[in-house]
């Protein structure tokens, strides 16, 4: 089955522990894209990347990291996590240039910083 | 800059009413229109999409939208609306400003469907 995964689903830490959300797809995908929404604000993209080694800052990119080592593995890092992170993260994916095609949305990571 | 505006933030419409959800975008550049939906507690998924050709696009769910380029503006509907399309609905404009692919969502607008 073609899908996006992320994961934790869910995950709640402290302020200033690092942690890494996975996100895998299994659909041969060279556009990958890491979005945050919160109520109000719609979506928001972090980062994106266009394919392997390649990536590039969205909308909202401060304190967040990412890589893009394998073309099916886009994890998202935050290093240092605050308050103001705590949202709801969706990783997508779609084939060749995103901005012509479908995204794929992953069901997304529930993430609470105290 | 590119950006996309969601009118209204809530629609409430009685069941097998129609419905319109409005979305304008601003743009100096060409660009490509998309329609996402969010079932309660799940990822988005395309309901449609304008990349060019007819203005008039049909999606799944009996959902359609119309491309208006002259007044900037891609609004969804559907002429009988059920229950089950109870849903958070997210316009998104695609634009390659510089060679680099960006996509900018609007805030949504949630759809209450009244019994």
């Known amino acids: 089955e073609a899908q996006v995964t992320q994961n934790p689903r869910y995950l709640i830490t402290v302020t200033g522990k690092k942690l890494t959300v996975t996100c895998s797809q299994n659909?041969?995908?060279?556009?990958m894209s890491w979005y945050r929404q919160d109520p109000g604000l719609g979506l928001r993209q972090i980062y994106y990347?266009?394919?392997?080694?390649?990536?590039d800052k969205g909308d909202v990119p401060e304190g967040y990291k990412v890589s893009r080592k394998e073309k099916r593995n886009f994890p998202l890092i935050l290093e240092s996590p605050s308050p103001n992170q705590t949202s709801l993260y969706f990783c997508?994916?779609?084939?060749?240039?995103?901005?012509?095609?479908?995204?794929?949305f992953g069901p997304g990571t529930r993430l609470t910083v105290l | 800059a590119q950006s996309v505006t969601q009118l209204d933030s809530q629609v409430p419409v009685f069941e097998e009413a129609p419905v319109e959800l409005r979305c304008n975008y601003s743009?100096?550049?060409?660009?490509?229109l998309f329609w996402y939906v969010q079932y309660p507690n799940q990822g988005l998924q395309l309901l449609l999409k304008?990349?060019?050709?007819?203005?008039l696009v049909k999606g799944i769910n009996g959902f359609e939208a119309e491309f208006n380029k002259s007044q900037t503006s891609f609004h969804l509907r559907k002429p009988s609306v059920h229950i089950s399309d109870t849903a958070e609905y997210f316009c998104?404009?695609?634009?390659?400003?510089?060679?680099?692919?960006?996509?900018?969502f609007g805030k949504g607008t949630r759809l209450h469907i009244l019994p």
């Open positions: 997508a994916s779609s084939s060749s240039s995103g901005i012509y095609n479908e995204q794929f």
């Open positions: 743009s100096s550049v060409s660009v490509y």
């Open positions: 659909m041969n995908h060279e556009y």
């Open positions: 998104a404009v695609s634009v390659r400003p510089n060679r680099d692919d960006k996509i900018i």
């Open positions: 990347s266009m394919n392997v080694e390649v990536t």
């Open positions: 304008y990349l060019s050709g007819s203005t």
